[in-house]
Antibody, heavy 118, light 111 residues
Framework: QVQLQESGPGLVKPSETLSLICTVSGGSITSYFWTWIRQSPGKGLEWIGYNYYSGSTNYNPSLKSRVTISVDTSKNQFSLKLSSVTAADTAVYYCARGFSSGLTVDFWGQGTLVTVSS | QSALTQPRSVSGSPGQSVTVSCTGT?????????VSWYQHHPGKAPKLMIY???KRPSGVPDRFSGSKSGNTASLTISGLQAEDEADYYCCSYAGTYTWVIFGGGTKLTVL
């Protein structure tokens, strides 16, 4: 059974860069679409983007200028970097494994809360 | 692109059936057969229940079924059980620019 676990700072200052890592266990990171999704307090889910293990990426147009998703096959990890954060980026961030051209995710992490505040 | 529209809450008694709707537009739900449904117990990892409108992943009980008519997709849960109480989210492909969008979520209460 594939398992994913997010890790990273729970508090980030405004204008700084949010950085999270997702560690994948129980399966290889080669193949699949490694995806980040977030949920702001009291709101629905928002797809952030994915990195296909070979390096091709696809990002939410509303976040594209600030997002980078990278895959490290040697560590079975992938990461999220979101620059110039504001309070609006406060959310629970989920990492997930996507298939079917990245249209569907089948395994998720439990999520990690990141608060943007000074 | 706006989020897909779901009812805030639905409820049913054990053994009954409930249906959760997910309304979009011809640019997302109505335009493609790429609707998925996720079950989320707070504090846990969300779980894929239905994908490609009607397909069930291995291990998901056949009490869960999906369908679509026009711009509205639906998740039906028959033979309700206490453990079905959770939040349910729909998701749809929305074209090459937007990619995917989610619904606002529906809280299912088992009475």
């Amino acid at each position: 059974q594939v398992q994913l676990q997010e890790s990273g700072p729970g508090l980030v200052k405004p204008s700084e860069t949010l950085s999270l890592i997702c560690t994948v266990s129980g399966g290889s990171i080669t193949s699949y679409f490694w995806t980040w999704i977030r949920q702001s307090p009291g709101k629905g889910l928002e797809w952030i983007g994915y990195n296909y293990y070979s390096g091709s990426t696809n990002y939410n147009p509303s976040l594209k200028s600030r997002v980078t998703i990278s895959v490290d096959t040697s560590k079975n990890q992938f990461s999220l970097k979101l620059s110039s954060v504001t309070a609006a980026d406060t959310a629970v961030y989920y990492c997930a494994r996507g298939f079917s051209s990245g249209l569907t995710v089948d395994f998720w992490g439990q999520g990690t809360l990141v608060t943007v505040s000074s | 692109q706006s989020a897909l529209t779901q009812p805030r809450s639905v409820s049913g008694s054990p053994g009954q059936s409930v249906t959760v709707s997910c309304t979009g537009t011809s640019s997302d739900v109505g335009g493609y057969n790429y609707v998925s449904w996720y079950q989320h117990h707070p504090g846990k990892a969300p779980k894929l229940m239905i994908y490609d409108v009607t397909k069930r992943p291995s291990g998901v009980p056949d009490r869960f079924s999906g369908s679509k008519s026009g711009n509205t997709a639906s998740l039906t849960i028959s033979g309700l059980q206490a453990e079905d109480e959770a939040d349910y989210y729909c998701c749809s492909y929305a074209g090459t620019y937007t990619w995917v969008i989610f619904g606002g979520g529906t809280k299912l209460t088992v009475l």
